[in-house]
């Protein structure tokens, strides 16, 4: 039991904007670089003292604003004014990246029909469609996964191209991460990223 409970402390961090002690999955490690430049660290592996800030656009906005990272740092550094934009970015490329590993894995599906067994058979974790596509496809496949006794997570913040990109294939738009350890990491940045941009576009939310 105390090494769990050390285990579970080691994955602990103080946000250095309200001072409250949060679990990693909900913080943005940032680092200092050598030229003193506040640098985001989505994956937590670069050297340094880490500087923590929840993951959210407001909290790190603040951290840059009142360069609160200095004072946690105890040394004088650069925090760029667009710093929470950057964190943004740079989730959006993870998380692009990381369906990319998914489907050379087999943990993702493509096109309407592979989807809709995806879902029919209860093995779909999130529904990630194309910002850009057509609603009439996107509504049938929603309305599916809704009647699952475990809804999935829906996601729209990629174009088709983006997709597209990521994954090695033309014109994508209905996308299954399935369930598993892959897509449950995968929602973590999901997450982080519902902090600093909607998942979902302002326009679907006036679909029938």
């Known amino acids: ?9 080691d994955r602990e961090r103080r946000d250095i904007v309200s001072g409250e002690v949060m679990e990693e999955e909900a913080l ?10 506040v640098t985001p660290d989505l994956a937590r592996k670069l050297p340094g003292r880490g500087l ?16 609160l990272f200095s004072r946690a740092a105890k040394a004088k550094l650069a925090p760029p004014g667009d710093l929470a934009t950057q964190v943004e970015i740079l989730l959006k490329r993870r998380l692009l990246a990381g369906l990319g590993l998914a489907r050379k894995a087999g ?5 309407f029909e592979k989807v809709s067994q995806a879902i029919t058979s209860q093995k779909t974790a999130w ?3 194309a910002s850009d596509g057509a609603h009439d496809g996107r509504r049938k496949l929603w309305a599916m996964a809704r009647k699952q006794p475990r809804v999935p997570g829906l996601i729209g913040v990629f174009t088709a191209a ?22 449950e990491r995968w929602a973590q940045d999901v997450h ?10 302002e326009s679907w939310r ?3």
């Open 127 to 129: 529904l990630i469609e």
């Open 192 to 201: 982080r990223l519902s902090g600093f941009c909607p998942l979902l576009p």
């Open 107 to 111: 943990e993702l599906t493509s096109g």
């Open 206 to 208: 006036e679909e029938p």
């Open 162 to 183: 983006e997709l597209g990109l990521a994954l090695g294939l033309e014109n994508v738009i209905h996308t299954a991460f399935l369930a598993g350890r892959a897509a």
């Open 1 to 9: 039991m105390a090494a769990e409970t050390k285990a579970a402390a």
């Open 52 to 67: 923590w800030v929840a993951a959210d656009r407001a909290s790190v906005e603040a951290a840059a604003k009142k360069n």
């Open 28 to 37: 943005i490690r940032f680092v200092a670089g050598p030229d003193g430049l």
